[in-house]
C-alpha cells in the first residue's frame, strides 16, 4: 500500500464529534484505511510512505461546492446589483455568447484554484464546453459532476433540440472521465428557459440512460409565477409531471419553495443546493433551510457562480447559511453550526452522488486540513463553530482529493497558480472587450 498519513491533528468524524487522531490513506485505491485516535493501544498503524503535518489544525472532509458555473470567474464584478433576471438578459447572456472554448477552459482553471486553495474536493458545474471543464477538472484532481446548461428560449426548434442533444451527448461521453472522478448529469438551465415538449425528451432521455437532472428551480417569485398562471401547478409539481424528480437527481436554490413542495422534495429524495449568498446578492429570496431539512430533505450548499456571488468559498457559504437560516425562520436556533457544516460535506457528497463527504475507515479520501492559528480562531470553544462561523478559504492548509494531494502547506501542487492567473486575467480582458464591440 502507498500509504499517507495525516498526523498531529484533530479530526472532525461523521458524527460531528472532534479528536485528536491521525488518517491514514490508501493513495493508490484513494481511500482512508484508517482513522486512529492517538490514544489507542493496541497494533501501531501500517508505516506510512509520506505525511501530512496537521499539528495545530482540523482535518476536515473536503468541502462540496455543489452548484456553481465554474467558468463564470471571468465575470467576477463584471455585473452587480442587479435583480436575477435583467442581470441575465442584459449582462450575462450576452457576454456567455461571446465566449469561446478557450475562455472556458481559463475561467474553469481559475475556479479550480480557488476552489483548491479553499478546502474544497468536488463540484458540481452547469455550463459550456464541458470537455474543456473535464480537461481542467483532471489535471487539478478534484472530483466534479459535470452538465452542459441548456437553455431553448430564443432558439428556433432545430436549435433547441441541438442544445438538449449536447447536454446528454456530454452525460454519456463524458461520464466516468478523469479516472471517474468525473461523473455527469442532464442540466437543463430551469423549468422556464427549457421548453416543455424538451424538457420532456430530455429527462426521457436521460432516464433511459441513467443520467441524473440537475436544474435550476423556484430560485426567484418570477420563476414560480409564470409556471402557475400557465399551468395550474407549482414548479415541483411540473417537474415531477415531467419525470424530473428522483434520489439522484438535485435542483439549485429551492428558495420559495411552498405549497406541498417540499413533501414532494421529500418523498422523491430529490435534493436541494442551497445558494445563501447568490440569492442574498440577486435578491432571489431566503430559502426555508430549517423546513427542507425538517421534512427529510438533502440539503447541500453551493457558491453559484462567481458572477453573483462573488467567490467560490464554501467557508463563506457556510456562515451565509447558518445566518440567514436563522432569519429565514426567525429562530436563532435554525440551521446551526453543525447543519451547514454537514451540509457542506456529507449532504453535497449525497445531493451530487459523489464519494467522500465523511472521514471514516473505508470513505473516499477527500479532506482538507484548517489551519487553527489565527486571531480570528482563538480561542477554539467549539472547532464546529469555528468552521460554520470564523473559518474561511485562506485558513486551509492542505487538500488532498482521491488520496493526491492538491495543495500542500498553501502552495497548490497541481495547477501553476501565477500562470492561471493570467491566462484568466488576459481572457477576462479580451471577452469584455468582444462584448463591448458586439
Aim: aromatic content about 2%; overall charge negative.
Amino acid at each position: 500500500m502507498n500509504a499517507l498519513r495525516v498526523t498531529g491533528g484533530r479530526v472532525l468524524r461523521p458524527d460531528g464529534s472532534v479528536t485528536e487522531a491521525d488518517v491514514t490513506i490508501d493513495r493508490d485505491a484513494g481511500r482512508i484505511v484508517e482513522v486512529r485516535d492517538v490514544s489507542a493501544d493496541g497494533e501501531a498503524p501500517p508505516d506510512a510512505d509520506e505525511t501530512l503535518d496537521a499539528s495545530g489544525s482540523l482535518v476536515i472532509p473536503g468541502l462540496v461546492n455543489a452548484h456553481t458555473h465554474v467558468a463564470m470567474t471571468l465575470l467576477r464584478g463584471y455585473a452587480d446589483d442587479k435583480p436575477l433576471d435583467p442581470w441575465l438578459r442584459e449582462d450575462i447572456w450576452p457576454a456567455e455568447a461571446e465566449l469561446t472554448p478557450d475562455d472556458v477552459e481559463a475561467g474553469a482553471e481559475l475556479g479550480a484554484l480557488e476552489m483548491i486553495r479553499s478546502g474544497t474536493t468536488a463540484f458540481a458545474d452547469m455550463y459550456f464546453a464541458m470537455d474543456r471543464v473535464a480537461d481542467v477538472v483532471d489535471r487539478a484532481g478534484l472530483r466534479a459532476r459535470l452538465g452542459h446548461g441548456v437553455v431553448t428560449v430564443g432558439k428556433d426548434a432545430a436549435d433547441a433540440r441541438a442544445d438538449v442533444e449536447e447536454s446528454l451527448a456530454v452525460a454519456r461521453e463524458l461520464d466516468d472521465a478523469a479516472d471517474s472522478r468525473i461523473r455527469t448529469a442532464f442540466m437543463p438551465h430551469s423549468l422556464t428557459t427549457v421548453g416543455e415538449e424538451f424538457l420532456r425528451e430530455g429527462v426521457a432521455e436521460a432516464r433511459e440512460a441513467g443520467v441524473p437532472v440537475h436544474l435550476h428551480a423556484n430560485e426567484t417569485a418570477d420563476e414560480v409565477d409564470p409556471i402557475v398562471d400557465e399551468r395550474g401547478e407549482r414548479p415541483i409539481a411540473y417537474a415531477e409531471d415531467l419525470g424530473a424528480l428522483g434520489p439522484d437527481d438535485f435542483f439549485a436554490h429551492g428558495v420559495h419553495v411552498g405549497g406541498g413542495e417540499i413533501d414532494r422534495l421529500a418523498e422523491s429524495g430529490t435534493a436541494v443546493v442551497h445558494c445563501p449568498a447568490s440569492n442574498m446578492k440577486l435578491a432571489s429570496g431566503m430559502a426555508p433551510v430549517q423546513r427542507l431539512r425538517e421534512a427529510g430533505v438533502t440539503v447541500a450548499l453551493g457558491t453559484d457562480g462567481a458572477a453573483s456571488n462573488n467567490d467560490l468559498d464554501v467557508f463563506d457559504e457556510m456562515r451565509d447559511a447558518a445566518m440567514l437560516g436563522k432569519l429565514a425562520a426567525d429562530d436563532a436556533s435554525a440551521v446551526p453550526a453543525g447543519a451547514v457544516v454537514e451540509m457542506a460535506t456529507a449532504g453535497g457528497a449525497d445531493a451530487l452522488g459523489l464519494p467522500g463527504g465523511r472521514i471514516e475507515a473505508g470513505a473516499a479520501a477527500d479532506l482538507a486540513v484548517v489551519d487553527l492559528d489565527a486571531p480570528h480562531l482563538t480561542p477554539v470553544h467549539d472547532p464546529v463553530s469555528h468552521l460554520a462561523y470564523a473559518a474561511r478559504g485562506s485558513d486551509v492548509r492542505h487538500t488532498v482529493c482521491d488520496g493526491d494531494i492538491l495543495m500542500r502547506d498553501r502552495e497548490v501542487l497541481t495547477l501553476d497558480a501565477a500562470v492561471v492567473q493570467e491566462r484568466a486575467a488576459a481572457a477576462a480582458s479580451d471577452l469584455v472587450d468582444r462584448v463591448d464591440s458586439a
